[in-house]
């Protein structure tokens, strides 16, 4: 199986930029779609982005089109999401998730998740 823990999460003004990252350990990280999930405080969690095993083929939320971009380093076993041009409605705690395979899995497939971090962001 594989270990994961997401950083770079913190308190950021409005229209701020962060990059947060998602370190695996374990088994081989190249074989595992990654995707970023997120959940606001009271509200379900909901899907951001996902990136395939090599990093040819990403998805994404409607919602943050635009302003959100994944990619991946699979020499250091890291995923990236860049968010730029933060809003307050962008504050939630922050998953990363992963499932070993080719492609892009479903939102409700992924097997392994890390403990999230906090983004908060302040009008």
């Known amino acids: 199986q594989v270990q994961l823990v997401e950083s770079g999460g913190g308190l950021v003004q409005a229209g701020g930029s962060l990059r947060l990252s998602c370190v695996a350990t374990?088994?081989?990280?190249?074989?595992?779609?990654v995707g970023w999930f997120r959940q606001a405080p009271g509200k379900e969690r909901e899907f951001v982005q996902a990136?395939?095993?090599?990093?040819?083929?990403?998805s994404q939320s409607d919602r943050v089109k635009g302003r959100f971009t994944i990619s991946r380093d699979n020499a250091k076993n890291t995923v990236y999401l860049q968010i730029d041009n933060l809003k307050p409605e962008d504050t939630a705690v922050y998953y990363c998730?992963?499932?070993?395979?080719?492609?892009?899995?479903?939102?409700?497939?992924?097997?392994?998740w890390g403990p999230g971090t906090q983004v908060t962001v302040s009008s």
């Open positions: 990136i395939s095993r090599s990093g040819s083929s990403t």
């Open positions: 998730a992963a499932k070993e395979g080719p492609g892009l899995p479903a939102s409700t497939r992924y097997d392994y």
């Open positions: 374990g088994r081989t990280f190249s074989n595992y779609a």
